[in-house]
Every structure is written in structure tokens, then in C-alpha cells.
């Protein structure tokens, strides 16, 4: 399984933009670059997932590196609320399941 | 309502007991997970289900068991809980879809003592 490498934890403050890094430098041609982001106490809930372009959605948006090695999650204005643990999981197109790393534990400052 | 819902949501057992964890959902999703997290660490995958009679181990299936008893039901069972297996645990769902986006139950705390 291809894998991704995230930093252990970041910080932002409140209503600032928050870029999350990915890599994933073993990616295959075929592996979709998911984002999941784990609340305190709950499970995880999907946030984007994306291929070769970059995508927007209500919650965020996720830009795909040209050469797909890596990704960042881009939050646009952090709310106390974003507070989660975030990872970046790689897919191939069906069937495959998920590996979830430790993540990126994001701390949001008022 | 919850789509995914699992019971109990914290259970307290003693080594050698047998325990049994169960997942429903309503989504109507043909493919359901079990994956367990210890703390600071992500999921790891113990079993996992394509359909009813589609069943395959995943990382760490040792000491575990499953059964898909429904399309909307899946419980994992510890057949002699051992107090390494003191963990979170959760189920997820998903549809038959080619990015395969995963819906997570709130998590059963398992204590083994």
C-alpha cells in the first residue's frame, strides 16, 4: 500500500486559513488522495477525496500537487470547531481499504 | 437517527470473557469495516465485509471474529478477550463506489481487565 507521511501536529488561529500537508510520494497512478478528520470523541468523518484536480466542497478544499506527490488540505477560515485529528489516506480505485496513519492533530487558538 | 450505530458504547469485561461488539446501519450500504484505535494512533483494520456472504480479514484479525448476519449488521467478537485488546473500536460503511468514502459509527470503548 502506497503510504503518506503528515506532520504530527500543527496549530492556527481562529477564522485564519490552515494549509495541511500531505505526502505521498509512492502514490500510483490509480490511488484517489482521501481526507478524513477525527473529532474528540468521535469517529471519523469523511472531508474531501480527490484524483488529479484540485476540488472544493462546503468544508474544504484540496489541492493536488502536479506531479500527485502530494496534497494539502486547505482550511479557510479555522473555527475552535475544526479542532480534530486529520489524515490523509490513499486508495486505489475499488475495492482497496483504507490505512490510516496517526494523522495531523490540528489545535485551533481563539 | 444515526446511520451507523453500534452497541454497547463502553463495555468493562475481565480477561477470558467472551464479548461481543455489534454494528447496524441505515444507510444501505453492501460494504461494512471493523477497525479498532489505540491511543495517539490511527485505525487499524481487523475485518471487513464486501456483502452478506463476503467476509476477510484485515491487519490485525488475530484473537477476533466476525459476523454479517444482514446486510445492515456486522458484530465483532473477542472469543477470550485479553487485556491488550483494551481498545476503541469502531464500524464503518461504505458503498460500492470506485473512492470507496467511509461512514464511521460513534465508537464502542472496550476495557479488558
Known amino acids: 500500500d502506497a503510504k503518506t507521511t503528515q506532520p504530527n501536529s500543527m496549530e492556527s488561529n481562529e477564522e485564519e486559513p490552515v494549509h495541511l500537508p500531505c505526502n505521498h510520494s509512492t502514490i500510483s497512478g490509480t490511488d484517489y488522495i482521501h481526507w478524513y478528520r477525527q473529532l474528540p470523541s468521535q469517529g471519523p468523518e469523511y472531508v474531501i477525496h480527490?484524483?488529479?484536480s484540485n476540488v472544493n466542497n462546503r468544508m474544504a478544499s484540496l489541492a493536488i500537487a502536479e506531479d500527485r506527490k502530494s496534497s494539502t488540505l486547505i482550511l479557510h477560515r479555522a473555527t475552535l470547531r475544526d479542532a480534530a485529528v486529520y489524515y490523509c489516506i490513499l486508495s486505489a480505485t475499488y475495492g482497496q481499504n483504507f490505512v490510516f496513519g496517526p494523522g495531523t492533530r490540528l489545535s485551533v487558538l481563539p | 437517527d444515526a446511520d451507523v450505530t453500534q452497541t454497547p458504547r463502553n463495555r468493562i469485561t475481565k480477561t477470558g470473557k467472551r464479548i461481543m461488539l455489534e454494528c447496524s446501519q441505515t444507510?444501505?450500504?453492501?460494504?461494512m469495516y471493523w477497525y479498532r484505535q489505540d491511543p495517539g494512533l490511527g485505525l487499524r483494520l481487523i475485518y471487513y465485509?464486501?456483502?452478506?456472504?463476503?467476509?476477510n480479514k484485515g491487519e490485525i484479525s488475530d484473537g477476533y471474529s466476525v459476523s454479517r448476519q444482514a446486510q445492515a449488521k456486522f458484530s465483532l467478537s473477542l472469543e477470550s478477550a485479553i487485556p491488550n485488546q483494551t481498545a476503541l473500536y469502531f464500524c464503518?460503511?461504505?458503498?460500492?463506489?470506485?473512492?470507496?468514502?467511509?461512514?464511521f459509527g460513534p465508537g464502542t470503548r472496550l476495557t479488558v481487565l
Open positions: 480527490g484524483l488529479t
Open positions: 444507510k444501505g450500504h453492501d460494504r
Open positions: 464503518a460503511t461504505s458503498k460500492d463506489s470506485s473512492y470507496n468514502e467511509q461512514f
Open positions: 465485509s464486501f456483502d452478506v456472504k463476503d467476509i
